[in-house]
């Protein structure tokens, strides 16, 4: 009862976007596969760099329903530093980017009526949350599905447990024979995501 009337008030609480997710029903066999490029992993200090989304229905990807922004930066002297060695985003492409608000905005609309999917999933929540408290009122509560930990719990169930590198996504898209992307772009992690996904529903 108490769990009830929390997911009421938060859904109350959320505006725009947020809210718009809220008040569509999740289909069955609809999930939007997710995926962050931040300056580094702690959501407290560190800041979002862009986000990319693959849909997908049943058994297919739906490449017609997913999309990739890129987050222009609160206060335009802050620069991504290092970090940009990993994910290629520069401080002039960031600057041609959106508001935080417009790009989670978009994902929120994609991800309205889907499930959410991703690799590690704690990452996306973690730096996705805070914005939409932030711009929309509320936390982001939506049913989450995380190929990091299902192929964890898979080989446990094998008896075996496995090595760091073995549960990184680019490992699982040669484990499943799925032909490499350039990795740390969001787009293509989404989408190596949604194949992912797909590849441990088939075995």
Not at 54 to 67: N, Q
Not at 108 to 128: C, D, N, S, T, V
Request: aromatic share 6%.
């Amino acid at each position: 009862m108490f769990e009830r009337l929390t997911a009421s008030l938060t859904t109350r609480r959320a505006t725009g976007a947020l809210r718009a997710l809220y008040d569509t029903p999740v289909r069955d066999n609809a999930w939007l596969a997710v995926d962050v490029e931040t300056t580094g992993l702690d959501p407290a200090r560190d800041r979002l760099l862009s986000i990319g989304w693959v849909a997908v229905e049943g058994r297919d990807i739906v490449l017609g329903e997913s999309g990739y922004v890129v987050i222009q930066p609160d206060n335009q002297p802050d620069s991504v530093g290092d970090s940009a060695t990993i994910h290629g985003l520069t401080d002039d492409m960031l600057a041609q980017g959106v508001p935080a608000e417009v790009g989670v905005g978009k994902l929120l609309e994609a991800l309205a009526g889907r499930k959410l999917l991703a690799h590690y999933a704690q990452m996306e929540i973690g730096f996705l949350d805070p914005l939409c408290r932030k711009h929309f009122g509320a936390p982001l509560k939506v049913p989450v599905a995380d190929t990091m930990a299902r192929e964890y719990e898979k080989m446990l169930r094998a008896d075996r447990e496995p090595k760091r590198d073995e549960l990184r996504l680019w490992s699982l898209l040669d484990r499943y024979g799925i032909p490499p992307m350039k990795a740390h772009h969001a787009f293509n992690d989404a989408l190596a995501c949604a194949q992912v996904w797909l590849a441990q529903q088939a075995v």
